[in-house]
């Protein structure tokens, strides 16, 4: 048997994106955005290649704002200080009034910034210049005041270096690479000037600037170290945002996707309905849906019914008079477009009448005029239909000169419309009165609109009419005894006697040979919408799409003959820059949600979510860069260690306290890198348990705080636990005379003898260890902020008890050692500024972890609103495939979803080798009636409804897998085997044809082509007979349950 299966006519919309284009883009930047290694220049390469470079420099404006802002209020907060101490200690304000005066004006600059940092144009425009200054400012400052010193030691403003090296890396708004260049000239000419000016021997001098050097190196690399991993998280969480906006619009695409889907072949009304029920369902059960099943809240046991009364509407049919003949001499393709621009021009005319389309049978059109809004001109708009309809198609005949006419049928009365089974739903309508109006076309006349005397009495004398006599050519209307009337058409316009599209080709077209294609030709000068065209793209004429000379080139785009690549190239870009807007928008809000104010989504004070839930997701996050932060904080460490043995004496102490904390610092690293080291006996039963036991726990937020605690208590306890070595005893000398002091200002203290002994020659060094102790902490990037800092507290409690009470005696003995004995009575004591120092830094690096933890918590809030929008996404997808395989067959579906589809290509396909079945209840009719018992035919048509529904049921059995229903008319039944030839049935009863090869595209199989094809056939025709006698069977149940009898006619 062969037979011709063709979809045709939709409508269509302005500026469009094609759902398969999206999903490619979606695809493409899944993968682009799910990197399995965070490489900084991986990422770098990524944002180039989707061109978000420049999107991430303005997301990035904002949080680089308000940490230079940070490092301006601390750099006041610090002057400010420093100002305080020089003043409480020093006795004479005028020898220190340099030092004052050039830590007031730094001061002054720094306000000056941070009220111009408030103006957006700043932000936007001059943020690496103002920070370039704020760099220059604290430079000059602590040089100016290193040269205003009368004595130079090596340590000398050293922890402030260190610290202007730590804000340079994290603080000022630099690049990785601009950061390692300004750190560098931050503390080059302090190692300079401490080789030319430092007081000292050259072997103190030698050590003091080698402790120095690995200070600045270790500062450097945790620096770099931060500023590399922020700028990871920072670039990932911009992907994870883009990912989300992605998603949003990607589900703005399938809910406009769905609806369009929906209101093609169902009214809003009914669709609604349907539509709620199936997200339902969906998410209760996203792996068993496949339509719309029973009732799980109903008392009964019946199919949900989705039909609708209505009253008072007028229901025309109309039918091409000679267009069977016509389609005979059609190939496939001419006949599907030849269809499709009628029934296209059709549907315009219904929709420009106010008349609703219900179906097309072949080609038989009906649509109604009343529903689902009651209107009062329902008759006239039908009249305007028909007539226009067959102006339409007199069009035709005229520039064509093929036999074709219009017969048209009105009537007006009452109707039940909605949809009826589980597959391949189409609205229809059913009652007395759309039988009557199906038998008015049949007794029509062709090119006249033949109307009942109920219409006609609903026209108001509006048009003139003259005698049908639709009982002689048609019996069903004189048994019905009914009076029926022609509409004399209005009189028409010689303009308007034919399009002018048509009469601009017709010359051309009457040269052609074939009927068929003249009429082919013909239409398609129409220019129809392409079937679902409106289904399979997206509108983005909204708000967030370009404007001006860019939409109107792409506006263009329909009237200009331009190839489907070039299509395809403007649509991507108004996908990206839609994307791109609604991102800018994104950064927007986020620029305007400070961090220290109240958020609906996360506790200012401890950073923790206010939805528990979501904290324990939170705290349940693997953290894939710990073993990362125990390295780098083992090179710090190391580091601590190499400044404690270069400027300490060797002592048994700090030999043992470096052997017992290297041991546990090895201990712990051996534990996380575990699954690495002990990888080649992972085949063996114990190694395998071991490493996997260790990952296991390595996941808990608790064994990695205590990892985290253990080491760095450890590390600022080797920070200050050697000072307990250190002591001094005064020995009877005389201060030095002025002839020592002159020999010390040129750099010459082979003479002097200190009046101290110390056992510590270099008790500064203490307070610089303290610093690198204490910098170890911000390596911890994932470690929540108030545990660091409760631990970063305890320890500069420990150190300000330790220089300022316990051992304040010996660093103030050492101060007047050098300073006294210099000939400098007033100086600023090296435990003041140290406690400064360790203060600033300790306010700083909480800031810092604070920010770190903010940002890493947005990411996962935003990681987790992309979840729950990818579930919906996915639900909305699932429910658009329900709805487009419960409207078209699956591959064709496929079909209109393939990528690379041209919006101007239709499907048709011919087959050669199929089954069709068709199976009729012929007694319904009998039992189909409209009385106020069964609710005016209500009632009839859910006992219909549950009989096409267990039918329907019968399609999910894998057996039946070929099996494709087509249609419901009525109570017929429509199926065919064989649609999809390369995708054969799988029975579980029937063995499949098991032993026929795969057949090519042209049907072809590779061995015995007729001995296939027979099989084939007694196939496809043995399944669908077994297919009719289970629908036999279920009707029979039926039969038994509601004590029916109905019978079932099928032939195949």
């Not at 430079?139 to 202007?164: C, D, Q």
């Amino acid at each position: 048997m062969s037979s011709v299966f063709g979809y045709g006519s939709s409508q269509n919309n302005d500026i469009t994106l094609d759902s398969v284009e999206i999903e490619e883009i979606f695809k493409d930047q899944e993968g682009q955005t799910s990197p399995s290694k965070w490489s900084l220049q991986e990422l770098k390469d990524k944002f180039h290649k989707m061109e978000m470079e420049d999107l991430y420099r303005k997301y990035r404006v904002q949080q680089r704002h308000s940490l230079l802002i940070t490092l301006i209020l601390i750099g006041i907060g610090a002057g400010l200080s420093l100002i305080a101490v020089i003043l409480v200690h020093h006795k004479s304000f005028f020898e220190d009034l340099p030092s004052i005066l050039t830590v007031i004006i730094s001061t002054f600059v720094f306000v000056c910034l941070l009220i111009l940092l408030y103006f957006d144009y700043i932000i936007k425009h001059l943020m690496k210049p103002i920070s370039i200054i704020v760099w220059m400012v604290l430079v000059t400052k602590v040089y100016l005041l290193i040269a205003f010193r009368t004595v130079h030691l090596p340590s000398e403003y050293l922890g402030f270096i260190l610290f202007m090296i730590l804000v340079t890396y994290t603080l000022l708004p630099l690049s990785v690479r601009d950061a390692c260049i300004v750190a560098t000239v931050t503390c080059l000419p302090h190692v300079i000037i401490t080789c030319v000016l430092a007081i000292g021997t050259i072997e103190e001098k030698t050590l003091q600037i080698a402790g120095n050097i690995v200070a600045f190196i270790c500062v450097h690399l945790a620096g770099f170290y931060h500023k590399y991993m922020t700028e990871i998280a920072h670039r990932k969480m911009f992907l994870d945002t883009r990912s989300c906006i992605e998603s949003r619009i990607k589900l703005d695409h399938q809910q406009i996707q769905q609806e369009k889907l929906l209101l093609s072949v169902l009214p809003a009304h009914v669709a609604v309905e349907m539509r709620n029920e199936m997200i339902q369902r969906i998410r209760d059960e996203p792996h068993r849906y496949h339509g719309l099943h029973r009732n799980s809240g109903s008392t009964t046991h019946f199919h949900n019914l989705y039909v609708k009364r209505h009253m008072n509407v007028s229901i025309l049919y109309a039918d091409i008079v000679g267009f069977t003949a016509l389609a005979s001499e059609c190939s496939a393709p001419e006949l599907v477009k030849t269809l499709n621009e009628l029934f296209g021009r059709f549907d315009k005319l219904a929709e420009e009448n106010n008349c609703m389309r219900i179906k097309i049978l072949g080609d038989c059109y009906y649509c109604v005029s009343g529903l689902p809004i009651s209107r009062p001109t329902h008759a006239v708009n039908c009249i305007e239909m028909g007539l226009a309809m067959c102006d339409a198609i007199r069009t035709v005949r005229e520039a064509t000169g093929v036999d074709v006419n219009m017969r048209v049928g009105v009537h007006t009365g009452n109707v039940l419309c909605g949809v009826l089974g589980l597959r391949k739903w189409q609205y229809d309508v059913w009652s007395h009165d759309v039988t009557l109006a199906n038998h008015m076309e049949q007794g029509g006349v062709p090119g006249r609109v033949h109307i009942t005397g109920a219409t006609l009495n609903e026209l108001g004398g509006k048009y003139e009419v003259e005698p049908g006599y639709g009982h002689k050519r048609d019996e069903y209307l004189g048994d019905a005894g009914v009076d029926t009337f022609l509409v004399i058409p209005p009189q028409q316009s010689p303009t308007s006697s034919s399009p002018s599209p048509g009469s601009a080709a017709m010359s051309g077209i009457r040269r052609r040979k074939s009927t068929a294609r003249k009429v082919a030709r013909y239409l398609e000068s129409w220019g129809a919408d392409k079937p679902f065209a409106n289904l399979s793209e997206v509108g983005m004429s909204g708000k967030g799409v370009g404007s001006g000379l860019y939409v109107m080139q792409v506006n263009m785009l329909a009237m200009t003959n331009v190839d489907h690549q070039t299509k395809v190239a403007y649509r991507n870009q108004l996908m990206e820059r839609k994307v791109s807007e609604r991102l800018l928008q994104a950064i927007e809000g986020k620029a305007a949600e400070k961090q220290w104010l109240k958020s609906e989504d996360i506790m200012r004070g401890t950073l923790t979510f206010l939805d528990k839930d979501r904290e324990k997701q939170y705290c349940k996050l693997k953290d894939s860069f710990f073993k990362s932060y125990l390295g780098c904080a083992f090179v710090v460490y190391l580091c601590l260690v190499a400044v404690l043995l270069i400027t300490l004496p060797k002592t048994w102490m700090l030999l043992v306290s470096c052997i017992v904390s290297c041991f546990l610092f090895l201990s712990i690293i051996v534990i996380v890198l575990a699954n690495h080291i002990f990888c080649y006996c992972d085949q063996k039963p114990a190694g395998k348990w071991l490493t996997d036991s260790i990952n296991s726990v390595l996941r808990k937020r608790w064994f990695r705080r205590l990892l985290t605690s253990i080491t760095l208590l450890m590390i600022y306890t080797m920070g200050i636990v050697n000072i307990l070595n250190c002591d001094f005893s005064v020995v009877p000398t005389v201060l030095p005379t002025n002839s020592t002091v002159e020999l010390l200002s040129a750099n010459d203290t082979s003479s002097y003898v200190s009046p101290y002994q110390f056992t510590c020659q270099f008790p500064p060094y203490f307070i610089i260890t303290c610093l690198l102790a204490l910098t170890s902490t911000m390596v911890f990037l994932h470690i929540a902020y108030w545990f660091k800092a409760v631990l970063m507290g305890i320890a500069l409690a420990v150190y300000l008890l330790v220089f300022n009470y316990t051992h304040a005696d010996f660093i103030d003995a050492y101060d007047k050692a050098i300073f006294h004995s210099a000939g400098n009575d007033d100086f600023m004591m090296t435990r003041w500024g140290g406690s400064l120092y360790l203060a600033t830094l300790f306010i700083t690096l909480v800031i810092l972890d604070r920010q770190m933890e903010y940002t890493s918590r947005l990411d996962f809030l935003w990681q987790s609103k992309f979840g729950v929008e990818k579930e919906e996404v996915e639900t909305m997808e699932s429910l658009n495939k329900v709805l487009l395989e419960n409207v078209l067959p699956k591959h064709v579906a496929e079909h209109f979803l393939k990528s690379g589809m041209k919006s101007d290509e239709l499907y048709h396909q011919k087959y050669n080798l199929i089954a069709v079945m068709f199976a009729s209840i012929p007694n319904y009719k009998e039992f189909y009636t409209e009385t106020d018992v069964n609710k005016e035919g209500l009632e009839c048509l859910r006992l219909l409804n549950e009989i096409i529904a267990d039918f329907d049921e019968l399609l999910s059995k894998p057996k039946y897998s070929c099996v494709e229903k087509i249609k419901t008319i009525g109570s017929t039944y429509m199926a065919a085997a064989g649609l999809h030839q390369l995708n054969e049935c799988d029975g579980d009863d029937d063995k499949p044809l098991h032993t026929l090869e795969r057949i090519d595209e042209e049907g072809v199989v590779d061995k015995d082509k007729e001995d296939s094809r027979a099989k084939r056939a007694l196939y496809y025709v043995g399944v669908l007979t077994e297919f009719a006698m289970a629908m036999m069977t279920k009707l029979e149940q039926l039969n038994k349950h509601s004590f029916n009898d109905f019978k079932m006619r099928m032939v195949v």
